[in-house]
């Protein structure tokens, strides 16, 4: 048995050598008879290779080609199904994981075994921003809700690498999460158990298998988290999208963020979930300005004092999250905001409104809460 499985990786390993050899001749081919570069500037690491040595020739047309390096990413990911990038990691059932957010300081392999909570200054800092936050809202007759997406690696932890074990019960999200509740803070919903309840009823994914995002389905299942905290005079003069009169298009597309990180976008299909286009749009665009969008019910907008339907002013940091959500809230409610970003806007917030403000934030995301990131988006 052992010889046969010598064998059989030796095989393998030469057939991956010939593999690599057979690029390394055509480019090399490509530079010196052509005389076309098809190279990038520098090399994978950043560095440049002037030098005109055959040695040289040979890391530039290997290394510096985008071509010949997503060539060799797409056959180790066919014959070894992983993924040659610090960025990315592999998962099952073609599920691609972010490593790191650069933007945030934030590691999601470090958080997904417990090894990067927040600290006790962090914690208490992000709470007493939440609390300012929502007494401005107050003082303006207006409620503030913090909507928590998890990480795909959260829901889908399953998915992720055995070798990494199981999530941790001390990630950021549920230390967080501990904290405001010890604290008597309330108004937020993580939304990692509806989503865990609803994956296990749903023969489709929630979250783009090659991205760290929500898909349609995914996000209906946010609104229906939202919806069940409104009180019951809301929820009796509001038209609610029951699951059951919705119909996803489920197809294939080229892999997205993640799977271009890895250079294997066209190798990696994503299982994009997309809404019908038979459901409805009860409702309209009105003129709205600067960085967000506005809609009203058809056939006429009944304002909230009289129709017992609040208006709502929504806040995300991706602009894709906000077009999937629309067709719920905007079939849902009289008069609904999208805004992009974080900040408060005066113009935005005046015409808005608002008699509640949902502000929607990925797991990655949660140090934007701290007082130095909230003074920068403007929400000092």
Known sequence: MKKEMSAFHLIVISCFVGILL???IFYLTNIFVTGEPSIAPYCYDGSGMTAQTPISAFNRAVY???????????????????????????????????????????????????NCGFTEAEKAGILQQLQQRMERY?????????????????????????????????????????????????NFINLTDDLLAAKEFEN?????????????????????AIFDTFSYTVQANTRFLERESLFFDQHETSGRAL???????????NKTLSLSGTTPQNYRFVQSGGTAETTILLPFYVPSDISGSPELLLQFGNEQD?????????????????????????????????????????ENELTELLAHNSMHNGTQ
Request: hydrophobic fraction near 35%; glycine fraction near 6%; aromatic fraction near 14%.
């Open 322 to 362: 906000r077009l999937q959500i629309e067709p719920y809230f905007s079939n849902s409610f009289g008069k609904v905001t999208y805004q992009i970003g974080y900040q408060d806007d005066p113009e935005i917030y005046a015409a808005a409104t608002p008699r509640v403000v949902l502000q929607f934030i990925y």
């Open 138 to 186: 107050a003082q303006q007759e207006t409620e503030y809700l913090l909507v928590i997406i998890p990480n795909a690696q959260t829901v889908y932890s399953e998915e992720m690498p055995s070798y990494y074990g199981s999530i941790s019960e001390n990630t950021r999200l549920q230390q967080l999460e501990q904290y405001l509740l010890a604290h008597e803070f309330q």
């Open 64 to 114: 510096q080609s985008e071509s010949s390096l997503n060539f060799i990413h797409q056959t180790q990911y066919r014959l070894f199904d992983t993924v040659n990038s610090n960025l990315v990691v592999a998962g099952g059932n073609n599920f691609l994981f972010d490593t790191e957010d650069k933007e945030h300081g934030y590691s999601y392999i470090e958080d997904f075994t417990g």
């Open 22 to 24: 057979t690029v390394s």
């Open 204 to 224: 489709a994914p929630l979250y783009h298998n090659t991205e760290n995002a929500l898909n349609s389905l995914g996000l209906y299942y946010a609104y229906q």
């Open 259 to 269: 799977a271009k990180k890895a250079g294997l976008g066209h190798i990696i299909k």
